[in-house]
């Protein structure tokens, strides 16, 4: 299995609050996303890094900074968390290659209550 | 945008029954994935295909990608209760490598 952390694996948190997830790799791959899954919308791209401060936003972005200060790490912030932030969010790491495959490996989630 | 529709959503079959599901786009894709994602868990890798018209097999799965690399189906025979699970198809095109595009998936239940 590909070295792949987040914490915390489950949080409750009250609306307006900061939430900051992290994910953490030990397999030094060059990409990391942050996705989330709700019931109907399957995964669906927040922001994804491409290199160490090199960031961009995906599909779903409003709401949501992201920083990678290092290749193993990419955190994901919710400045003011809402009720509609409660999803269950997965990071995934890959290393694409000149042959455009995007492999993905992913991490074992985090669920994420905002009462 | 690139679009990936996964059909059907939902499949609940018997144990020993075949099936087949299906990843479908307007878009060209240099390479499209299968996962495989059980409740609790992360989406599992279960097969890259990248060729028009290859076909792969994984035990009792074969997958396949369309000629025109657009379109992938996953058959499984004689389904088992562990094949239970939600299957998610996504591709990536070379114009952004780093990034893929993710079905809404399809959710099969195998009863004993």
């Known amino acids: 299995d590909a070295g792949i952390t987040q914490s915390p694996r489950h949080k409750v948190t009250e609306t307006g609050t900061p939430v900051t997830l992290r994910c953490h790799q030990t397999?030094?791959?060059?990409?990391m996303y942050w996705y989330r899954q709700d019931p109907g919308h399957g995964l669906r791209l927040i922001h994804y890094?491409?290199?160490?401060?090199?960031?961009d936003k995906g599909e779903v972005s409003d709401g949501y900074s992201v920083s990678r200060s290092k290749t193993e790490d990419f955190l994901l912030t919710l400045e003011s968390a809402t009720s509609s932030q409660t999803s269950v969010y997965f990071c995934?790491?890959?290393?694409?290659?000149?042959?455009?495959?995007?492999?993905?490996?992913f991490g074992p989630g985090t669920r994420l209550t905002v009462l | 945008t690139q679009l990936l529709e996964q059909s059907p959503q939902f499949l609940s079959i018997q144990e020993g029954e075949n099936l087949t599901v299906y990843c479908n786009s307007s878009?060209?894709?240099?390479?499209l994935q299968w996962y495989r994602q059980e409740p609790g868990e992360g989406p599992v890798l279960l097969v890259t295909?990248?060729?028009?018209?290859e076909v792969k097999k994984l035990k009792r799965l074969t997958f396949q990608f369309g000629d025109a690399r657009k379109d992938s189906s996953l058959h499984i025979t004689a389904a088992q209760p562990g094949d239970t699970g939600l299957y998610l198809c996504?591709?990536?095109?070379?114009?952004?490598?780093?990034?893929?595009?993710f079905g809404d998936g399809t959710t099969l239940t195998v009863k004993p």
């Open positions: 995934a790491i890959s290393e694409p290659g000149l042959a455009g495959l995007n492999e993905q490996f």
């Open positions: 397999e030094n791959h060059r990409y």
């Open positions: 890094s491409y290199g160490v401060k090199d960031t």
């Open positions: 878009s060209v894709f240099s390479s």
């Open positions: 295909v990248v060729t028009g018209g």
């Open positions: 996504a591709g990536a095109v070379n114009t952004n490598a780093g990034k893929s595009t």
